[in-house]
């Protein structure tokens, strides 16, 4: 399976929030503690985020929910992909990652379904 980064230029943080799956409060609040993540703002205050800020915030999100660093271990560990050049690499594969991740409780949802071992909405949905 061949996996794209977001095709859109710029995204709202709800945008960002449905992709990410994270809360606006959890995004605002790391871009306080990583200084990479600082999107722009439009004319109206709003944040706007670029395809390469998503996939940062992907690259975030494994390392402290899935690798369970610290903020502070996350960011040494940016640090270390940076000074290595392995940071744009690492973002895509942590994207794809996720992307694996919920494709793959998806389709045991789909699975359930058709076993009748389910009611029909998304795991997600009922918790």
Known sequence: MTT???VQEFYSIGEVCAL???KPHVLRYWESQFRF???AKNRSGNRVYKSREVELIMLVKHLLYTEKFTIDGARQRMDQYRRTGELR????KAFEVELAAE?????EDVVKVL???ADGRPSAARG
């Open 103 to 107: 494709v793959r409780a998806a389709i």
């Open 37 to 39: 993540l600082n999107p």
């Open 115 to 117: 076993d009748g071992r």
């Open 89 to 92: 690499a690492s973002a895509r």
């Open 4 to 6: 794209t980064r977001p």
């Open 20 to 22: 990410t799956d994270l």
